[in-house]
């Protein structure tokens, strides 16, 4: 081995040294091609293992928490949802619509490897100012690519995000997540249990691309990232939807004893995690294994990341029962090798072998750091908000339609109305609410469904922007009548080597830890994506949150729309003196600074039940959780699914009229209600010691907002729509 | 009566077609494989949506190939009652059991969203019991829904009554704003001179329950129930 050779491979030397203790020798270059994959923070989450060790994981519902491919919790009925949320950024950021895509394909296959079906996509998206002409373009490829994959393989894409700053134009942010639904005794794992079992191989040829698609993940883009266009895959949605068909026909037959896509380091990850959590080894031909191309070396296949790809172990005996499994749905699967009782993971080629290591070294042994961290420099400035030198808002009605029509605010329409969000005809909330919601057939239950995160709040205080991005995810259920089950997390950093890129990143994981805790919606699972830097600069930290919630009764399912004229707008929660990290600050007044809104925990939890007992119990007929925009916003998007007008009146009590109307102050919902069931709202809030204003009424053709007996805004609701529901579109054009 | 569903590879509104038959409808159903030979014993089948073989080539191509086709294309010929919904309507294109062909959406976008259809021939098997002048909201999901086909072809379709559905605004008016895909005359859905082969971009099977937003689409299934009871 060349002196360094491993630094191209993206290994320190520290690593490389203790490759050569474990094996005892010097690793060939297959060999130490292998490690440098799995050794990726990408696949080890070397520097993010032990700050994740805060996350609570554990639950009465958790069935599987961490570690897997998805995380489990039951749902009762002998039913368990699985789901997970990934990123694709880097890949996205290079080629968006393929990169968007095989995103998609990716999480799709961690859902179906647990043995559940597949039943919705979202995703959280993110990237720069809609004015750049690559950003359009970046956007345009991505949601696309996202569209082919989803619609092609028929499962619904029903909800997500859509954020736009600049911090994102060189590395736009691409999460993708899927839901599934299983039988609760009937979870699939990955682990090669069963000395002499078969080792198959099954869906598309293994060619030469993604070749170091992990490495790729964990270094920082620069202008020479367009070079590893290669390291991009192409994405086969219709052999994804054969292979999901095929395997949950299998798994339902209880033919397979473990089972794992190949995603991130292909062959080389799939064989080495299953055969170390079974404890166990592999032999694995090379020969055997289907390829696209010929003259591959032991090197390429191993490492390639062709897509659409899923590793097996089966009992001698059902290996011929599952090839005509395969066969009947026209595709390709090999015996590729072996389960041995060494625990060595023995690779051939020609009849040689060409690689020969513990497969629990490659594995589990990766080296585990804790960076160094510091609190950043431009926190202190960026927390500084001199309120004094921004004046009151005076217009609000020209600020209102303005704040309606910035990207981060407006309608995504243009966006989802790309995506099949009905096929499977489980979707009885369609996206543009606060969160989706699925009926399970057969069932009486349902499924709400969100991610969530913002991350200005994020960057001007991490702790707080992670604990935030919790509790608004749960809000955004308990809005739509759901209980929060679980969390699953992307979490969006820049290079943790630099100390206060980790500060952030710990930040964040403690905020989170905290709210999950509280709030009691345990994480099952997720991904770290490190390395979102362009030239140096980083995005801003997103830590996203994904998170699921049960509806017992899917027919108390609840919306942000008001229905019915005359009903009573209400408001529970408090407005404080709050607009730092505003979206009105930003937009307005082009100001990233001050602190973030406040989170009271205790505060949250208790407006979240009280929330949800008032939905479950129908005393309102709207529901709507206030974030960016604040109330004024969040008032307007209340109008807009029935062109309902509404009419309130607020009383300033010493606030500034920006702060009342646009300020972000967290633990606050709006609700609409038949004026006789007031009372009892009333007595749920006061059990709950929850501040409840009521602030007006719904009808009429208007938006009228009054504050301390002066009317600031009198607009027509379909005015106000138009500029909300139009902006993006009027980008993209 | 008992309908089939068939499922090429990458159907993915079989599911869906299915369910509204025998859950909504209490009907007898039955999934049919693409490599069935016989379709014997059904009396009405389902193309469903989704992207038979990905689509990759143009939409239909290679599934119009597929084993069961010359069975439905048989019975067809024999007057038997065939839908094609979305991609089902595609591959009947590709098969020559209907006129005319679909291009990409004029935005060139995949488009999912609630349209209104109007009627324009009540008197087929599958609308028989929609009403004059009443629109129904029935939702579409896909890329290449334009529909074309000559001027000629088309002026003999509208005297045999073979445009079935088009695209109109909630209260049944004609116009470009209501066309969602750039179709020719905002057509949504023929049938053969026959009148017993109908293909729809629009998705009956997911308006079939309050829930999803709509039942406007049962109309089209408790029709061909009607007519298969009364023949």
New interface residues.
Partial sequence: MKTGVWRDFGLKDSEYEMIVALLGRDPNYVELGMYSVMWSEHCSYKNSREVLRSFPTKGERVLQGPGENAGIVAIGDGLAVCFKIESHNHPSAIEPYQGAATGVGGIIRDIFTMGARPIALLNSLRFGPLSEPRVRYTMGGVV?GI??YG????IPTVGGEVYFDRCYQGNPLVNAMCVGLLEADKIKRGRAAGVGNAVILVGARTGRDGIHGVTFASEELTEASEEKRPAVQVG????E??LLEACLELIDNNDLVGIQDLGGAGLTCATSEMASRAGTGMEIELDQVPRRETGMSAYEIMLSESQERMLMVVEPDKEERVHSVFRR??LDATTIGRVTADGILRVRLGGEVVAEVPARSLAEDAPAYCPEYREPAYRQEALQLDLGAVPDVTDVAAVLPALLASPNIAGKEWV??????????C??V?PGSDAAVL?I?GTSKGLAMTCDCNSRYAYLDPYTGGKIAVAEAARNLVCSGAEPLAVTDCLNFGNPEKPEIFWQFREAVAGMSEACRVLGTPVTGGNVSFYNETNGEAVYPTPTVGMVGLLDD?ELRCTQDFKRPGDLIVLLGETLAELGGSEYLAVLHNLVSGAPPELNLEKELALQKTVLAAVRSRLVASAHDLSEGGFAVALAECCFGQRLGASVTLNSAGLRIDQLLFGESQSRVLLSLPEGNLAALQALAAAGAVPLQLLGRVGGEKLQITVDSRLLADLPVTVLEDNWRGAIACYMK | MKFGVVVF??S??D??AY??IRDVLKKPVEYLWHQETSVRGFDCLILP???S????LRCGAIARFSPVMNAVVEMASRGGLVLGICNGFQILLEAGLLPGALYRNTSL?????FTHLVTDNGATPFTGLCEPGRTLKI?I?H?EGNYYVDPETLSVMRQRGQIVFRYATPDGQITPEANPNGSLDNIAGVCNEGKNVLGLMP?P??A??A???STDGLVIFKSIIRHWEDS
């Fill in positions: 696309a569209a082919g619609n092609c393989i028929g086969d949605p219709f052999m939807k054969l749905w026209g989802w109305r790309q995506y099949d969000h009905m096929v499977r005809t979707t009885v369609l009926r057939r899917v | 590879p990458g993915n509104c599911l869906d369910h509204v949506g989704g992207f073989y990905g689509d990759y976008q995949f488009r999912c969203r939702p999901a890329g998705h099977e997911r079939g329950e829930a999803l937003g």
